[in-house]
């Protein structure tokens, strides 16, 4: 079933505004939350205004790690993540991440997952510290992994708006998440570096694709 074909009534009278999270929202939209998933390639959801990139987030967590050495006293948690705003953001085709990528990120946040739908353990922050937006993933499998000086964890939203978290299943207390198939992978993946106690660490993240 596609955007087009969509029985009229069944979002209401009008389809302005959604998108398919699969698919870039119009220009100066993005997209939000899921309003029907059927055929997972085409689960969509609303649009709304473009925010802006979290371009700045290390920077923030940063100003976090300060603060809390400041005052000896973690930050008080008030939001859950978000998979519609956007973290750093970076564009790959299967093909292309068969050679691993890595980027930087301070591990943390100050949401603490248990207050969360997610219902985990860890602390992140409320945008994504990664937004990936991948195609021609369908005969892969994606492995997301951390490298970090702390107990880090790992939070995916996948592009069907899936979660998945993993705390320490790539030993030395960091984690690794691997996905496989297009409704997962073939879209927006958000990713959030986070952390089991709370506390903030320098740390690495390095996603590879493989063969299915």
Not at 17 to 45: E, Q, T, V, Y
Not at 60 to 81: D, E, N, Q, W, Y
Not at 187 to 212: H, K, M, P, R, S
Request: include cysteine.
């Amino acid at each position: 079933m596609d955007l087009d074909t969509i029985p009229p009534g069944v979002f209401g009278p009008s389809l302005t505004g959604r998108c398919k999270k699969s698919s870039a929202c119009p220009s100066g939209m993005h997209r939000g939350d899921a309003l029907w998933s059927g055929n997972p390639d085409h689960a969509i959801f609303t649009c709304k205004p473009e925010k802006e990139v979290n371009s700045t987030m290390n920077d923030i967590k940063s100003f976090a790690v300060a603060l809390f050495v400041l005052i000896g006293l973690p930050t008080i948690a008030s939001a859950c993540p978000d998979y519609s705003a956007y973290g750093a953001e970076y564009s790959y085709t299967g093909d292309q991440l068969y050679q691993p990528r890595s980027f930087s990120v301070i591990a943390g946040g100050s949401n603490n997952l248990r207050n969360c739908p997610v219902r985990e353990d860890g602390y992140v922050t409320t945008p994504p510290d990664f937004t990936f937006s991948l195609r021609d993933m369908g005969n892969y499998r994606l492995e997301i992994e951390v490298e970090s000086d702390c107990d880090a964890i790992l939070l995916v939203n996948s592009a069907d708006g899936s979660w998945f978290y993993d705390d320490d299943s790539r030993g030395n207390l960091d984690p690794v998440i691997n996905l496989r198939g297009s409704w997962h992978l073939d879209g927006y993946v958000d990713v959030w570096v986070g952390t089991f106690d709370g506390e903030y660490c320098d740390a690495t993240l390095e996603i590879e694709t493989w063969d299915n």
